[in-house]
Nanobody, 116 residues
């Protein structure tokens, strides 16, 4: 049984930083496709960042240069480092993963609120 547990969300000031963590069990993040989605109030869920089975990364345009996705195989954990946070980054952030592509498994989400 795969479990993805997010942590690290919270309230942060405009321009600040947060690091989200996704602790995984039942799936090996080092060889899986992992990613982060987010859903802002009243909006559809949006793919934010992915890290592929061979380590390649991809980001939605609005977070390029500000967010970094990474993984720690020893801890079986995926991270999303978020810098220079903007008001529009406020959302629930979900960790997702799969053997080849993301979307097969989901975490419960962690709230990120950026305040001015």
């Amino acid at each position: 049984q795969v479990q993805l547990v997010e942590s690290g969300g919270g309230l942060v000031q405009l321009g600040g930083s947060l690091r989200l963590s996704c602790a995984a069990s039942g799936i090996i993040v080092g060889i899986a496709a992992m990613g982060w989605y987010r859903q802002a109030p009243g909006k559809e869920r949006e793919l934010v960042a992915t890290i592929g089975t061979t380590g390649g990364t991809a980001y939605t345009d609005s977070v390029k240069g500000r967010f970094t996705i990474s993984r720690d195989s020893a801890k079986n954990t995926v991270y999303l480092q978020m810098n220079s946070l903007k008001l529009e980054d406020t959302a629930i952030y979900y960790c997702t993963g799969g053997k080849a592509i993301v979307g097969a498994y989901w975490g419960q989400g962690t709230h990120v609120t950026v305040s001015s």
